[in-house]
């Protein structure tokens, strides 16, 4: 019988023993399995013992039933089998830990078991994740407290001192900041909104201010506060932006002056030389406007230094085209003299530091433009070292004209146009014997018996320079 004392009672127990049982088989399955197979050898030796003792008239019907209930205690031992299973499952889910069969078991046929591997458990198990993963729950909320940036505004202002459409920063905004606390939601694990439940203000924020330029005029010419502008013709500086204000300067064409304000599209506040006033937009221009105005405010800015006590112990500020602009085409130079040595009169005011116009203009009256016969005759353009009593025949002769405007140009440098002990040419030293000052009139004082030489030498230096 299958319920033998002797024998393993695999259909009358209660869930401890079952729970017992499944706990030999985890720690020592192989020995459970032996067991087993014994014991179903026994059990049909013990059935065939059985069957073959009864008559076959009178024990049939009880061998039939005697069958039947072998196969009820089978079919109940099978079950029994996976009911185990299934809660050895339930525990590895629910109850994860670092162990496993060794090996597990499943039945073949009726009466053969065999014994194959079992799969390592090479991961833990995600309890939160299964829990969410079972559950259905695709869908998470969190609430954080987090600082966040609070952007700052922009503001434009109309600014009439830029040109048109110009803008620039007058202030740099800066981020403010908070402390919000929200509630997110997401959903296989991708944000997807947000609830903000309350926000504490840590720093405020600065706003951006940005000027944006109303001025046409600006804008036409190409300038800015600040730079400079020409004159289109001459005219008055005002006291005042209006016609009927009292003048406080007057400006030649092509002169420049600082651009300093503009009330309005109509005014402009300047600075000429230091003197501030006002002049109508209208009479000014730009290198932008006017590209060919900054050469014609250089030859302008030369002829306003050029007055009767202007300093001679100075260059020119001239080039060497405007030396040849100057000299060629004199009518007055028949004999082209000054026209063929307008190099010799720069280069010697760039070695001696001595006014070139001024060195001409004196060779021009002495010389009468080169016609005295000192000037023909001995290439003396100066009468040097002539006396009154014997002017010819006391003055020197020179091989060359650029010989003697050489030897002239170092005499006036060492003893007429600079204070003594002055460094000049050559690491030499102004000697100053006859200094008077470095003007016309101080070098007339020692060097001309006329007391209107200087006046007369001025009137040729005026006309050479109005040729520019």
């Avoid at 020995?31 to 013990?46: A, I, P």
């Avoid at 944000?191 to 201010?209: D, G, M, Q, T, Y």
């Amino acid at each position: 019988m299958l319920n033998d004392k002797n024998s393993f009672n695999y259909d009358n127990r209660n869930l401890s023993e079952v729970f017992r049982e499944l706990q030999e088989m985890q720690k020592n399955p192989k020995n459970q399995v032996k067991n087993y197979k014994k014991y179903e050898k026994e059990q049909k030796s013990k059935r065939k013992k059985e069957l073959s003792s009864f008559s076959h008239a009178q024990n049939l019907k009880q061998a039939f039933r005697q069958e039947r209930k072998v196969k009820t205690n089978d079919l109940k031992l099978s079950q029994i089998i996976v009911g185990c299973g299934v809660l050895i499952l339930g525990l590895a889910v629910f109850f994860p830990k670092n162990v496993a069969f060794q090996e597990s078991y499943a039945k073949e046929t009726e009466e053969t078991y065999s014994i194959v591997p079992y799969e390592l458990n090479r991961h833990r198990l995600n309890m939160q994740s299964i829990i969410s993963e079972n559950a259905g729950m695709d869908r998470v909320k969190e609430q954080v407290t987090e600082p966040r940036d609070v952007e700052f505004e922009i503001n434009y202002n109309n600014n009439p001192s830029l040109p048109k459409g110009e803008e620039i920063i007058t202030q740099e905004g800066v981020l403010g900041k908070e402390n919000v606390t929200v509630v997110k939601t997401y959903e296989n694990g991708e944000f997807v909104e947000e609830v903000i439940l309350s926000k504490e203000k840590i720093a405020e924020s600065v706003p951006k201010n940005i000027d944006v330029g109303t001025s046409e005029f600006l804008a036409k010419h190409n300038v800015h506060i600040g730079d400079i502008m020409y004159f289109v013709n001459a005219g008055n500086l005002k006291k005042e932006a209006n016609d009927e204000s009292e003048d406080v300067a007057q400006i030649k064409e092509s002169l420049d002056v600082k651009l300093l304000e503009l009330p309005s599209e109509e005014w402009a506040k300047v600075s000429f030389d230091g003197i501030e006033g006002y002049i109508k937009t209208s009479n000014l221009t730009s290198s932008s406007t006017t590209p060919s105005i900054v050469e014609k405010n250089r030859i302008q800015r030369i002829l306003l230094k050029v007055n009767i006590d202007m300093e001679l112990n100075k260059v020119s500020g001239l080039t060497l085209n405007d030396y040849q602009k100057i000299f060629t085409g004199l009518s007055q130079d028949q004999n082209k003299i000054f026209q063929n040595n307008y190099k010799v009169f720069y280069n010697m005011e760039k070695k001696y530091n001595i006014n070139g116009i001024f060195l001409a203009s004196m060779a021009i009256h002495e010389s009468g433009w080169g016609s005295s016969q000192i000037a023909k005759d001995k290439n003396n353009l100066f009468g040097y070292g002539s006396y009154d009593e014997t002017p010819y025949e006391s003055s020197m002769d020179f091989e060359s004209y650029e010989e003697g405007i050489e030897t002239v140009a170092k005499s006036l440098t060492k003893y007429y146009l600079n204070p003594a002990g002055t460094k000049i040419y050559n690491g030499e030293i102004a000697e100053a014997w006859y200094y008077n000052g470095p003007t016309l009139q101080g070098v007339n004082t020692r060097y001309a018996s006329d007391k209107e030489w200087y006046k007369k030498v001025y009137s040729y230096m005026e006309m050479l320079y109005n040729r520019l």
